[in-house]
């Protein structure tokens, strides 16, 4: 039997931050849901480090992020949610072409049970280091993205955190450009290392990352017209 069509078109979300990303899958995933993280666990676990408050607050009403407190309903999301991680663009694109969903219990889902996801976490941050970060490049990968997700009967979700060091000030990050609306030459290798400011070196036609991505997603809100 061949899977179920998705019941909405791939999805770029818009979450503050990683913590906030993985709450909300956790809170409305169905199974057999699976996250891809681009990027080590390690990395995954720094970056959610930075990211999360790690001292209790003063106001006794408030308690830990949730995140950090075990409860049985998050112990029982995650042990729904299959998690992948892949280091590489290459890894990522490997593992699109031979993906299967996880096989869950044959016990019947809910009334009000959804589609399953297939989340994406960060694949713009894979392309940065490669002669692949072009609308070229990036397109690739996201309609293999989009095709991993339609072969099996699954929703897809998208989301890009930015990149967290111990010397960066949220505050001023949330105020920051995204990356959505970073400029990209149109083909593969045709972009100069990051100059002396950290920004790649671009020459002759280019187009951003949102309008790229765009062809094949819908952002959260419909609004794409900064791109």
Not at 30 to 45: A, E, G, I, N, W
Not at 173 to 193: C, D, F, K, M
């Amino acid at each position: 039997m061949s899977p179920s069509p998705p019941t909405g078109p791939p999805l770029i979300l818009s979450p503050e931050s990683i913590p906030e990303f993985l709450r909300c899958l956790i809170d409305h995933h169905t199974p057999p849901t699976t996250l891809v993280v681009c990027s080590t666990r390690d990395t995954l676990l720094h970056q959610l480090m930075l990211s999360i408050p790690q001292t209790p607050s003063e106001d006794p009403h408030v308690g830990l992020h949730p995140l950090l407190n075990p409860t049985i309903g998050l112990l029982a999301a995650t042990r729904t949610i299959s998690i992948v991680y892949v280091p590489t663009l290459q890894h990522l694109r490997a593992w699109l072409a031979t993906y299967v969903p996880p096989v869950v219990s044959s016990e019947p889902r809910l009334s009000n049970s959804g589609t399953p996801f297939l989340a994406v976490l960060n694949p713009i941050a894979l392309h940065r280091s490669t002669s692949d970060f072009s609308a070229q490049g990036i397109g690739r990968t996201f309609a293999g993205i989009v095709e991993a997700a339609a072969r099996e009967g699954m929703r897809l979700l998208v989301a890009e955190c930015r990149e967290l060091s111990e010397d960066d000030d949220i505050d001023v990050l949330s105020h920051s450009p995204n990356v959505w609306q970073e400029q990209v030459p149109l083909l593969n290798g045709t972009a100069r290392p990051p100059g002396a400011g950290g920004e790649l070196v671009v020459s002759g036609r280019t187009a951003s990352v949102g309008r790229v991505v765009g062809r094949w997603c819908v952002f959260e809100g419909g609004d794409t017209g900064t791109f």
